[in-house]
């Protein structure tokens, strides 16, 4: 059993990280010289350094609103967002011969996906879209924009209007639809800025609904690094990104950047072994044990037909504490 201690994880994540160290052999010691940080690597004197973020299958439910993950990643070289370094998810796809019985297994979790219309949130309604037949249906994907995925992933672009003013100024002729990043819709990123000059820009700007069923009726995607490009790229779109997010620089897309470690031209169930199969940790919430994804695949499925976007009084106490510790930073610092 392996002994960390914590640095940068939040009081309002110690709700379910022990249960998942559980299940990775690590041990809570303060005095551990292994850190276990929360996203990218934080400045740590000696000792070695674990990375822990959410998976790419997550919940029923966003994040910011604390709904508990059912997977995350722990990753020991790096995080899978960072693409100026390597991370084990890089080193996963770069390295690992998938044998047929894998690739099989990543076939069929791609079709469960798509036929149960699974992505990392599950959130978002279904609504009846009237779009041009004659025309390319290019979405948008918004990214908060303070995240250290879009700092670390993308060298030139930065902003969601950077990236709208790029794709439109690219294909004059499509028809744009953008979905802002929920997290800011909600209120609780980007201090709720999202509209900017995207009614402008683009056709058409959409906020409650499912990215499931927004990307099912477009042709492309293009992001910077947004994970709604991976999961486009499951459902066979074509995606172009502009920066070099986990999925980008294999072969699979369209990359305005590039990144000389990934020198390896995938198979798209080959992307998938690796990313939700080998390199994620996903907890079964009633048992407490270790899964596998299509476990946690069924238990969305489930969850998604009771569940309603509702906060539990624990939910509002911890975003409370929230508001007031961003309240506090932003009248002093």
Not at 55 to 82: A, C, E, M, T
Request: hydrophobic share 40%; glycine share 6%; proline share 4%.
């Amino acid at each position: 059993m392996t002994s960390i201690k914590f640095k940068g994880i939040s009081v309002v994540r110690y709700a379910f990280i022990f249960r998942f160290l559980k299940q990775q052999n690590y041990r809570f010691n303060p005095f551990s010289s292994t850190v276990l940080t929360w996203g990218k690597k934080s400045n740590v004197k000696g000792g070695s350094v674990i990375c822990v973020e959410d998976g790419f299958i997550r919940s029923v439910g966003l994040g910011v609103h604390l709904n508990q993950p059912l997977s995350l990643v722990f990753d020991k070289s790096g995080i899978y967002f960072d693409a100026t370094k390597p991370s084990d998810l890089e080193n996963i796809l770069n390295n690992t011969q998938f044998d047929n019985d894998l690739c099989s297994r990543a076939a069929s979790i791609r079709k469960d996906l798509i036929k149960l219309g699974i992505s990392k949130y599950n959130v978002g309604g279904n609504i009846n879209f009237d779009l041009p037949s004659d025309k390319i249906i290019i979405l948008v994907p918004g990214q908060v924009e303070g995240d250290a995925s879009i700092q670390f992933g993308s060298v030139t672009i930065k902003t969601n209007q950077q990236l709208l003013v790029n794709v439109c100024k690219a294909n004059p002729d499509a028809y744009i639809i953008y979905k802002p990043h929920p997290d800011a819709v909600a209120g609780e990123r980007d201090k709720g800025n999202w509209q900017f000059a995207s009614s402008e820009l683009a056709d058409l700007v959409i906020t409650d609904v499912s990215i499931d069923q927004i990307i099912n009726v477009v042709d492309e995607v293009h992001t910077i690094t947004s994970l709604a490009g991976f999961e486009a790229l499951l459902r066979g779109k074509k995606i172009v990104t502009y920066g070099m997010p986990f999925y980008a620089g294999w072969g699979l897309t369209t990359d305005m950047e590039t990144c000389i470690r990934r020198k390896r031209v995938l198979l798209l169930e080959e992307l998938i072994a690796g990313t939700l199969i080998l390199y994620p940790t996903y907890l079964d919430p009633y048992s407490q044990k270790e899964c596998t994804v299509e476990r946690v695949i069924n238990i969305i499925d489930e969850q998604r037909k009771t569940w309603t976007p509702k906060v539990t009084v624990y939910q509002s106490l911890l975003l409370l504490l929230k508001k007031v510790k961003q309240a506090y930073l932003n009248r002093f610092f």
